[in-house]
């Protein structure tokens, strides 16, 4: 037998030494998902390494490298097929997608292991699901998209005074309410030109032209334990069908690409879809987002780009890939809910 094949007895100090480190790592990731703190993100990630790192020697000492390369083939061979057997039960080719924002609470938590199913044939799904319809001509089409950057536009509170003081909590007595197209918005927070935030209202009467019109209530925010007021786009007019938000409607993922404002896999509710000729465009929106996912600069996503739809999940599991891919910071909306 070669000396490296030579296998030792299970020390029992090492596996105390693993149990506790197995204890520090649940501990950690249930204290990132409580505080969304990076610093516990990261020291979680850190201690992941080292359970990875102290498994495989522990198991070269105890098994031999021979027997321990084995079974980390194994394993990835396990995990393989079962991927490939979600893959074909849940007709998508990514059945398994992960929470990474606060947008869909109460709902969905940050962190959440989702299950997705796609859409095998989206007509059949949109009726099974009871989701709204509209259907426009291919003219109505052409011009909502050579003039998207119109319905990047939603309502905030502003500043009498200074409009570009603008927010869509209402904390104070006086206020106005106008529309702001938040593209604009977006290239001057990027630069940080916060002052100039008053060159992007615009006239109510814009929404006249457009293919949507985004209509706004007031409704109850609890942030921080403390209850406001929130200005929200709660119904939306299309082609003079006007849709109300419906929480019972499914939950989509979908891709987002180079011209959204959004980046990576959003996971939200449809509430509309348009129809042109043989395409559907999903118009999704965050249950705790105060506007449609279009109105924050975000394409409408078309079958193409919808990876399936929510059926079921597992709280917290999927904040390890939160860590692992340096997700470590929660946003605002964490410690908010919209009451609708």
């Not at 079958?303 to 997700?327: D, E, F, R």
Request: charged share 15%.
């Amino acid at each position: 037998m070669d000396k490296q094949d030579k296998v030792k007895k299970p020390n029992k100090d090492s596996s105390k030494i693993l149990w506790l480190l197995y204890a520090l790592l649940a501990v950690l990731i249930v204290m990132y998902a409580i505080r969304n703190n990076p610093a516990i993100g990261a020291a979680a990630l850190i201690t992941i390494v080292v359970v990875l790192v102290v498994e495989f020697k522990y198991s070269v000492k105890s098994e031999g490298i021979r027997k321990s390369v084995i079974d980390v083939v194994v394993a990835l061979g396990a995990v393989a097929i079962i991927w490939g057997v979600l893959i074909v039960v849940l007709h998508t080719s990514a059945p398994i997608d992960v929470v990474s924002s606060c947008s869909m609470l109460p709902v969905l938590q940050r962190g959440n292991l989702v299950a997705l199913h796609g859409i095998n044939n989206v007509t059949n799904f949109l009726k099974e699901h009871d989701v709204p319809v509209v259907n426009v001509t291919a003219p109505q089409m052409d011009s909502f998209l050579s003039n998207i950057r119109n319905e990047f536009v939603s309502y905030y509170a502003y500043s009498p005074s200074n409009p570009s003081e603008i927010a869509t909590t209402l904390t104070g007595s006086q206020y106005q309410i106008g529309l702001y197209n938040n593209k604009c918005l977006n290239t001057y927070s990027a630069i940080g030109q916060y002052n100039n935030y008053y060159k992007c209202r615009v006239q109510n009467s814009v929404q006249n032209s457009n293919l949507i019109q985004y209509n706004y209530t007031v409704g109850n925010i609890t942030i921080n334990g403390i209850g406001y007021k929130e200005i929200y786009t709660q119904t939306v007019t299309i082609s003079n069908t006007t849709i109300t938000e419906n929480y019972s409607n499914p939950i989509v993922v979908y891709k987002t690409n180079s011209n959204d404002s959004f980046s990576g896999d959003i996971i939200h509710r449809l509430v509309a879809v348009i129809r042109s000729g043989n395409e559907y465009y999903f118009l999704t929106k965050g249950d705790n987002n105060p506007g449609f996912d279009i109105q924050f600069a975000n394409y409408p996503a078309t079958q193409a780009g919808v990876i399936g739809y929510y059926v079921g999940g597992i709280p917290i599991i999927g904040y390890l890939k939160l860590i692992i891919s340096g997700n470590l910071e929660g946003d605002a909306q964490c410690n908010q809910v919209i009451a609708h």
